[in-house]
């Protein structure tokens, strides 16, 4: 199997590279990534023996001669700018790199007859939910963000290239990933930076907003079993279980560091309500159902396990290698 990996350099893309150079030794992998300011070659595992290559999927050109050059047989498509804030204020970057860079890898996949175009999404395409309720693979799409708009698109341009041209394609949606190689200006990342350097830890609106937490390596688990037996035209929602409002998630962490910093003062002190995000949907939750039942899968991390991981990881990143 010849696979190419997209967004190899990033948060999720590098945990799964990682997971399967050492479970796969035979599969010849493929990095592409842009070097945004969001990937890291740290996050490699012998990053000497890795094979990445380094241009954006929006440079069509080049993109096509990967594919000639190296004979994919399979792509994993994680490239994408993911930071809603910064859709906000740069929608076209989104709209060229999710939308357009997605559209130029579904045109090489179908000239160079790609077996299998797995493309990972997001549950933000659905929108919010209310206090109850839970997302499917049936949810109609009703994006409310820049980001989560380029995304809806993407997903819509892959399945219309099942439809109009049989190319090989699967989807999977995914709730809100933590854990090792996260870009620090995420969530977690950010609330363990923040008390390690006793600054104030800001919090949007008044912290309910609630969020299905998947610990990454459960994620790249679930990313696994789809890539190797789910049904080609399929989607699949993949769900952590672990509902809980930021506020509560910050002061999880707060009261965890408290115990490990030995500062002497309460970090939870440092939370600062700021204004609220333009957009912020509500809430979020994923029912896993179908991809439990059809491929037998379940989250193996407690939530507990992972972000106690988690916050060892930011713990050696921010404090050892003083990366503040």
């Known amino acids: 199997m010849n696979v190419l990996i997209t967004g190899g350099l990033g948060f999720i893309g590098s945990n799964l590279f990682n997971f399967m150079r050492e479970k796969y030794p035979d599969y010849q992998l493929v990095i592409l990534d842009s070097y945004t300011y969001a990937a890291d070659e740290k996050n490699i595992n012998d990053i000497k023996s890795a094979k990445i290559v380094k241009f954006s999927i929006t440079d069509r050109q080049r993109l096509f001669e990967l594919f000639e050059n190296y004979k994919f047989t399979h792509v994993i498509h994680l490239a994408a700018e993911s930071h809603v804030d910064n859709s906000i204020l740069n929608p076209m970057e989104f ?24 493309h990972i999404s997001t549950d933000e395409v659905f929108g919010q939910l209310g206090p109850t309720g839970e997302f499917t693979e049936n949810t109609p ?5 820049p980001y989560s708009a380029s995304k809806a698109s993407s997903d819509h341009f892959v399945r219309a290239y099942h439809h109009t041209y049989k190319l ?15 870009h620090e200006e995420k969530l977690i990342p950010t609330i363990i930076k923040n008390i390690i350097k006793q600054t104030p830890i800001p919090i949007y609106g008044n912290g309910t907003n609630v969020r299905d937490w998947l610990y990454v390596m459960d994620h790249v688990d679930a990313i696994d079993t789809i890539f190797h037996r789910g049904k080609i035209g399929e989607t699949y929602c993949i769900g952590g279980g672990y509902q809980m409002s930021n506020l509560r998630l910050t002061h999880i962490i707060c009261d965890k560091l408290n115990d490990i910093l030995d500062y002497g003062t309460n970090s939870r002190d440092l939370i600062t309500f700021v204004d609220d995000r333009k957009g912020h949907d509500f809430r979020y939750a994923i029912d896993y159902t179908k991809l439990s039942k059809t491929l037998n899968w379940e989250p193996k991390t407690t939530f507990e396990d992972g972000i106690d991981e988690t916050i060892n990881y930011y713990l050696n990143k921010f404090i050892k290698h003083l990366e503040l």
């Open 95 to 118: 709209v060229n790199t999710n939308i357009v860079g997605t559209i130029n890898l579904l045109d090489a996949s179908v000239k160079y007859k790609i077996e299998k175009f797995y």
């Open 141 to 145: 799409y009703d994006p409310r963000s």
């Open 168 to 182: 090989p394609v699967i989807i999977s949606n995914c709730s809100n990933n933590f854990g090792p190689n996260q």
